[in-house]
């Protein structure tokens, strides 16, 4: 197994991995040695370290031949005919971060802190508007408009230690 390939790919789950733990993702790759490499031998301890961290996900990799793999072919080749040619990538934005965005459809009081923040530039007591999203002190302001805070109230009282820590930050917004 090339060390270098496995590198990038641990690099790169864990830039990702707030979104990836949770749910079932694929890894395509150009590498054939990584579609193996759970059944591998493990020979050197970074290896064994490397490896730790693609622990408790829930992945599969999948080869694809380089000139088959476009994704790859797009970020790591260089196009010969236009040097000045710009690829771009897509923007992954969480499906909760549209909820919470969504919140502010039906609630007075979001609509209120939408209207002052943007007349005020972010100037609302401690009021910030980022990303679709209303932050009150860097946290985020959750709408009434639909059942969102609902299902986080519920879902922090189902933790273990949602009652001490998590419902607390929630119920004084």
């Known amino acids: 197994m090339a060390e270098i390939e496995l590198l990038s790919l641990i690099t790169t789950v864990t830039r ?98 939408l209207l002052s923040i943007s007349l005020q530039a972010n100037c609302q007591h401690g009021y910030s508007y980022g990303q679709g999203v209303i932050r009150y002190k860097g946290r985020l302001y959750i709408g009434a408009a639909n059942d969102l805070r609902v299902k986080l109230l519920s879902f922090m009282h189902e933790l273990p230690i949602g009652d001490i820590l998590g419902c607390r930050a929630l119920t004084r917004g």
């Open 16 to 113: 990702w991995r707030h979104y990836l733990v949770g749910a079932h993702f694929i890894i395509i790759t150009d590498q054939q040695s990584l579609k193996y490499l759970l059944q591998q031998k493990i020979t050197t301890p970074s290896q064994l370290k490397q490896l730790t961290k693609l622990l408790r996900l829930d992945y599969e990799i999948h080869y694809t031949k380089g000139e088959e793999n476009l994704v790859a072919n797009t970020l790591s080749r260089r196009d010969e005919e236009n040097e000045d040619s710009v690829h771009a990538l897509s923007m992954v934005k969480p499906t909760w971060l549209s909820e919470v965005s969504d919140s502010y459809i039906g609630d007075e009081k979001g609509k209120e802190l």
